[in-house]
C-alpha cells in the first residue's frame, strides 16, 4: 500500500491513474477511487457541488473534483483502504447524506449479486501487487513459536470438585448421621455362666 498515491479507476474501463496525495483529483468520468486511509482516520466527508471533500484527522483535506456527477446511470465509489490492507467501500444513497462503511470481501458480492466489477478486481489486483512488493521488501523474521492457543484451559478438568465426598459430616458412611454416641460400646457385664 502506497500511502502517497490515490488510484482512480475508471468504471467505463480506461487506463488506472495514481495521483499523488496533495494534487488535484479530477474524474472525468465515473471512477472508483482508492485512498490509503482507513475510516477511522477520517474527521469528515462533505459535498460541495458535485465534488467530495475529505478531511483527515491530521487535517489534510483531500477534494476529489466531479465525485458526484453521474453519467448513463454510474456514479463513483470511494474506497479507502486502511493500514491492515483491508478495503473499505464507501456505500452512500441519493441524494447522498454521508457514507456507510463495509469491507469490500464482505459487501462487494452482495451488492453486485454475486459479479464483481471488472473495476473492484483492478483495485484489487493494485493492492495485491503493492502487498506482495511490501512484504517483498521487508525483513522477514520467522519464529518457531506455535501460535496462542486461545483456550488453553477451557478443557481442564472441570469436575476436580466433582469426585469429593459428598457426604457432609465428615465420617466415612453416607448417612446424614455421625455415629457416634457417648457409650463405648463395651458391656460392663460379666456374662461368665
Known amino acids: 500500500m502506497n500511502n502517497a498515491l490515490i488510484v482512480v479507476t475508471p468504471k467505463a474501463g480506461g487506463d488506472v491513474v495514481e495521483v ?3 494534487s488535484a483529483v479530477n474524474l472525468q468520468a465515473p471512477s472508483a ?6 475510516p477511522e482516520e477520517v474527521a469528515a466527508f462533505d459535498r460541495s457541488g458535485m465534488d467530495l471533500i475529505i478531511t483527515l484527522n491530521s487535517g489534510e483535506q483531500i477534494v476529489i473534483t466531479g465525485f458526484f456527477n453521474v453519467s448513463e446511470g454510474e456514479r463513483s465509489e ?4 486502511d493500514s491492515d490492507g483491508v478495503i473499505w467501500w464507501g456505500q452512500y444513497e441519493s441524494p447522498w447524506s454521508g457514507f456507510a462503511f463495509a469491507e469490500i470481501q464482505e459487501a462487494g458480492e452482495a451488492a453486485w449479486g454475486g459479479v464483481v466489477p471488472p473495476w473492484v478486481v483492478a483495485l484489487a489486483m493494485i493492492g495485491v501487487g503493492a502487498a506482495l ?3 517483498s521488501s521487508s525483513s522477514s523474521s520467522s519464529s518457531s513459536s506455535p501460535p496462542p492457543d486461545s ?16 457426604d ?5 458412611d453416607t448417612d446424614d448421621d455421625d ?8 458391656d460392663d457385664d460379666d456374662d461368665t455362666d
Not at 179 to 186: N, P, R, Y
Request: no cysteine.
Open 33 to 38: 477511487v482508492k485512498i490509503s486511509v482507513g
Open 133 to 135: 512488493i511490501a512484504s
Open 179 to 186: 455415629d457416634t454416641d457417648d457409650d463405648d460400646d463395651t
Open 78 to 81: 470511494l474506497l479507502l483502504e
Open 151 to 166: 483456550d488453553a484451559d477451557a478443557d481442564s478438568d472441570a469436575d476436580a470438585d466433582a469426585d469429593t465426598d459428598a
Open 168 to 172: 457432609a459430616d465428615d465420617d466415612d
Open 20 to 22: 499523488p496525495r496533495g
